[in-house]
């Protein structure tokens, strides 16, 4: 049974029982007439494809979803139904595939290998890839990969490998932001034509790795602090590291259920240690230390994820050579409950072979339009 047939059922039964209350033998009201707040009720909760094919509908639907407050509630209610993407790297291209909870794969789109790692944000990815004309240029790009839309940006001063998508809800717009011009530049999607130079700059240079947007700021790890960067005011920040920070190699920014975090990985004893801290109020980091077990000890650097309370990683195998077959990697998704403490590892199925790069990110369904920005 389709969304739409489940729809039509709830309002008929409705009408229903109002026909049996009021002793009203009119016909059963049609599906234009159900109440607002019932119909944004139930739309709001459905996927991004399903409110594609209810646009034809009827021309309050059509107007409805394509309205950018109900745009935004739903990104909100799309939050609560994230899931775990993979962006994987193969050749000249770069896919992205969705893995539910038994290890799953799901094919979402193809794009470009981008020349650093991915940016997202409510759904957008934002990535560079080289010029055309020339390597010592780069573009940026904004996707939707729910939609398949996308949107090339203003050639800006040069190189940029340092930048950021965020989300301004006070105008309802998306930015990006450049930290790797001198000065830094900023573009708004549907209204800027060009980049604008911020007045502001940050403390220090910031490291050339994922951006992370939390509570209207993006974030990004500098040598003893994070810079931080507020969409509204336009204003870069400071943020210091934990007092008991380690000086680990490796080191994440996280968004940990609206709290930035940040995550390093120790190697203790030939045993891989996390240690996941998180800001409260912006003012005091919080420290949890785990082990995963069967996590091999020599790993490249490991992607880490926050999903529903779970984090979670991505770790590969050379599994044994057996006759005619030579050895190939397996890929295993690895996650830790930060409340029960539990730990699991499941192999991650129907995988492209010969792969060079692969990835676990958060993401999540996304209504915006990229057609007209």
Request: overall charge positive; some cysteine; charged content about 20%.
């Amino acid at each position: 049974m389709t969304f739409l047939s489940l729809i039509l059922k709830l309002w008929r039964n409705v009408n229903k029982r109002w026909r049996i209350m009021w002793g009203c033998d009119d016909e059963l009201l049609n599906l234009q007439d159900m109440p607002y707040d019932l119909l944004l009720e139930i739309l709001t909760r459905l996927p991004v494809k399903s409110l594609f094919r209810f646009k034809s509908v009827c021309k309050t639907w059509c107007y409805l979803i394509q309205d950018p407050i109900f745009i935004q509630r739903h990104s909100k209610q799309s939050k609560k139904a994230a899931c775990l993407y993979l962006s994987v790297g193969k050749g000249y291209f770069r896919h992205i595939v969705a893995v539910n909870q038994q290890g799953a794969t799901a094919s979402i789109c193809r794009m470009r290998s981008p020349c650093c790692p991915l940016q997202y944000c409510n759904g957008l990815i934002c990535y560079s890839t080289f010029g055309t004309v020339s390597p010592r240029r780069t573009n940026l790009h904004v996707f939707n990969p729910t939609t398949g839309e996308s949107t090339t940006l203003p050639t800006n001063s040069g190189y940029c490998i340092k930048f950021g998508l965020g989300y301004d809800e006070s105008i309802n717009k998306y930015k990006v932001v450049d930290v790797d011009s001198s000065p830094c530049l900023i573009f708004t999607l549907g209204e800027d034509s060009s980049w604008r130079p911020i007045c502001s700059k940050p403390a220090v240079s910031v490291l050339p790795a994922e951006s992370i947007f939390v509570n209207g700021a993006l974030h990004w790890n500098s040598d003893g602090v994070v810079i931080s960067f507020d969409l509204k005011n336009e204003k870069f920040g400071a943020i210091t590291h934990p007092k008991k920070f380690t000086s680990s190699s490796w080191k994440y920014l996280l968004d940990c259920e609206g709290f930035l975090c940040m995550f390093c990985v120790d190697n203790n004893n030939y045993q891989l240690v996390f240690s996941l801290w998180m800001l409260k109020d912006y003012d005091t980091w919080v420290e949890w230390s785990f082990v995963l077990p069967d996590l091999p000890t020599k790993i490249d650097m490991p992607e880490v994820v926050v999903l529903n309370g779970e984090i979670l990683t991505v770790s590969s195998y050379y599994c044994a050579r057996t006759y005619k077959r030579l050895h190939r990697l397996r890929y295993y998704l690895h996650s830790y409950n930060l409340q029960s403490r539990v730990s699991k590892k499941i192999e991650i199925l129907d995988l492209p072979s010969h792969l060079n790069y692969v990835a676990a990110a958060y993401h999540e369904e996304s209504l915006v339009s990229l057609r007209n920005v």
